[in-house]
């Protein structure tokens, strides 16, 4: 199959070198002719370009917009003209209902996308094999979204060995308020409170000490600033919501510790030990690239 990748970054460079490993011929677009060059040298793209008219009159089934979150719909809108009506074309965003919202209607087969993949590290030169494997990757038809459409980017996609999810635009983005959106700007927030309550003797203790407790619930809240923006912005009801509930659950606990409620805080630690199972499931096995067919 020819496909195209919009946005040669970890996620687009990853499904590109996985797709490349599978037989499929693979397309890329960046906006620096370098990426371009890196995708091609490392095996992610069989060629490339820096503008999206190259892919006018070439013969691809599938492209997938893989650029920054806030670039993916004025990128549909200008990629639609250079492809032909039967292309099939999905996004990587990590908010969904917005971009559906805006390219559905433009694109009768547009289906979203969210590999829930990735790594600390960004861009092309992170790219590898095997990225998506065993991990969850929605896809969010709609009552209008032609099967033949969505069955194509399920053949596309089960190869690469992740788990699928249909799901509403909108459920989508409530979920991952919950356990993507909200948790960067929690340990944000963990960060920015330690940076700046203590006084600058026990600042500097804290930060000789601190180790993987520490290191692990303040992991997201270092990344990339500007996903951590983009997720908020445009994600902002849900985002909003599960943080003033989150802050309700802090004020409680506050409340238990300052009136001194040992056995009420007990109970309720012992609830979220028993609830943090459901959601983090054991470590997958490291996982093979996907084998050529």
Known sequence: ???????????????????RALGHRVWGVSRQAATVEQAVAMGAIDGGSTDLASFHGRPVAVVVICTPLDQVVPTG??????????????DVGSVKAPIVAALEPAWRRFVGGHPMAGTADQGIQAAQRGLFAGRPYVLTPTATTDPDTLACLTTLLRPLGCHLHPCDPAAHDQAVAWISHLPVLVSAALVGA???????????????????????????????????LLMARENRPAVAAALDHYRRQIDYLATLIQTEDWAALHTYLRQTQAGRPAFVAPDPPPAAPPQPL
């Open 1 to 19: 199959m020819d496909i195209g990748i919009v946005g040669l970054g970890l996620i687009g460079g990853s499904l590109g070198r996985d797709w």
């Open 77 to 90: 809108r200008a990629l639609f003209p250079h492809l032909e009506t039967t292309t099939v074309v999905t």
């Open 194 to 228: 330690s940076c700046t309550g203590p006084s600058p003797a026990v600042l500097a203790l804290a930060q000789a000490l601190a180790s993987s407790g520490f290191q692990d619930t303040s992991r997201v809240g270092g990344g990339n600033p500007d996903l951590g």
